[in-house]
């Protein structure tokens, strides 16, 4: 595996004062070997001239939040992240890298929760290069490996958790936005190291079931909501019920047997959990009749 290492370079504009002088001079030396007919001269100074303009080729442009990697006839020479006008041997090859942070938005997935469920779900990634090295010779394009890695570990999530929990303990993809989070960025980061990639944040943008079973799921959330609101009001009645029973046993408002306690429980939880209004009815017999 090939490694960064950064590189110090010259500085362009030192090389931008030396060449052209070196120009003049070795044109001069052309021209003086010319007048003095001298053979050796005029070649030595011809291959100055061409030295000096090879030379000119190895400025290169340094930008902030860039590197410049380094290859020389095929093999990695360095990376150079110092910013500015930059000069190095003019047989490196240079190829910009960028080091900014960047972020994409996958396409929307269709895939089979862990119960078998049809959802849809995309996320976005926030990522940036941190090896220039691997990002260049490690893969082949790094940036569509990003591209492609992080949408697989997308799949990979979106297959292993139930779209919603239906118990308190269980992880679910609508219930906890933060554990699937961070669960993502891990999935990603590890198809990514190799590529020499920082995954900074990773979230999911859209998550929904797909629309051939989108009609029957909100009904069940529906069904499972009335249930719920259900459970609460019949939890609340049977509290209000024994609080009323240890009310007027404690005050010694009435005394009632079991055959009468259970008419009270029944008609005061039919009360306090009718969807309508109870209407009453005014009993003028005696109650102890």
Excluded at 32 to 57: E, F, M, N, T, Y
Excluded at 59 to 66: D, E, G, L, R
Aim: proline share 3%.
């Amino acid at each position: 595996m090939i490694r960064e290492i950064e590189r110090k370079v010259g500085s362009g504009y030192i090389m931008l004062l030396v060449l052209p002088v070196l120009q003049i001079a070795t044109a001069y030396a052309l021209i003086w070997g010319i007048r003095q007919s001298s053979p050796a001269i005029v070649i030595l100074s011809s291959l100055a001239i061409l030295v000096v303009l090879v030379l000119w080729a190895g400025f290169f442009m340094v930008h902030p939040n860039q590197a410049k990697v380094l290859q020389l006839f095929g093999k990695y020479t360095g990376s150079v992240y110092e910013t500015g006008l930059r000069w190095a041997n003019p047989f490196y090859s240079k190829t910009a890298v960028s080091v900014r942070v960047r972020n994409f938005e996958s396409s929307t997935l269709k895939v089979n929760d862990s119960s078998g469920n049809p959802i849809e779900i995309a996320a976005v990634v926030v990522w940036r290069v941190v090896d220039t090295a691997e990002a260049v010779f490690e893969v082949d394009d790094y940036q569509s490996f990003v591209h492609i890695q992080s949408e697989a570990a997308l799949r990979n999530l979106a297959s292993s958790y139930p779209y919603e929990s239906h118990s308190d303990e269980q992880i679910a993809l609508r219930s906890n936005p933060q554990e699937i989070a961070e669960q993502l960025k891990r999935e990603v980061q590890d198809r990514l190291d190799k590529a020499g990639v920082d995954v900074i944040e990773a979230r999911i943008s859209h998550l929904a079931y797909a629309q051939e079973i989108a009609s029957a799921m909100l009904k069940r959330q529906q069904a499972q909501a009335v249930v719920a609101a259900r459970r609460q009001i019949v939890d609340g009645a049977v509290g209000m019920v024994q609080m009323a029973l240890e009310d007027l046993e404690k005050h010694g408002v009435v005394e009632l047997d079991e055959e009468r306690k259970a008419a009270m429980v029944s008609n005061l939880l039919v009360v306090l959990c009718g969807e309508e209004n109870a209407r009453p009815v005014v009993n003028t017999g005696s109650l102890y009749s």
